[in-house]
């Protein structure tokens, strides 16, 4: 029997589930009070929700929200790291914030729909960023355009050149 207020609980995380780009578990067993405050204060600053949830309260969350898969992995001291922006931003904040620490361990992580286990979710902290694909993208996208223009004003730098060395023997 679910109590009222748990159940409201539960009917909030759903819908903030749903609404996720990506969602992503960690399990922060042996982070003092300072450092967990330190990792919210992080995922703030990038848009990012850092949740402790009840087990229990998630599990039906993540049914309600149709990750049942999800709940494989609600063991132990969970946190829910959410981000409705960006997919990979949780990860990267994580695994930055790990190398110091050596805690938070991703457990999971549900990008588009799916549900990926710990190794997926590690290899998810090593993806570019958005604002990174966007630079490489643009990079390849620019460099014909920039060869052309070499390449069509080669013939004129070289007549130019060419008349000036001439004007450089004819002075001498």
């Known amino acids: 029997m679910v109590k009222p207020e748990k159940a409201t609980q539960a009917a909030s995380y759903a ?10 578990l960690a399990d ?34 993540a049914r309600e929200a149709g990750m049942a898969d999800l709940a494989n992995y609600l063991e132990g001291p969970t946190a829910v790291v959410i981000s409705e922006v960006d997919e990979v931003a949780p990860a990267k904040i994580i ?17 588009d729909g799916s549900v990926f286990g710990p190794e997926e979710a590690d290899a998810f902290a090593k993806l570019p960023s958005l604002e990174q694909v966007r630079a490489l993208l643009l990079s390849v996208l620019s460099a014909p355009a920039g060869q052309l ?5 080669t013939p004129g730098t070289q007549v130019v050149r060419a008349i000036d060395a001439r004007k450089d023997t004819l002075t001498e």
Do not use: W
């Open 95 to 111: 695994s930055k914030f790990a190398k110091k620490h050596k805690k938070p361990k991703l457990k999971a992580a549900v990008v």
């Open 28 to 61: 922060y067993l042996g982070l003092d009070v300072a450092s967990i405050t330190e990792l919210r204060t992080q995922c703030r600053e990038s848009d990012v929700s850092f949740r402790v949830v009840k087990n229990r309260i998630m599990k039906v969350a």
């Open 15 to 24: 819908e903030l589930l749903k609404n996720a780009k990506s969602i992503y």
């Open 149 to 153: 223009v070499r390449l069509l004003s």
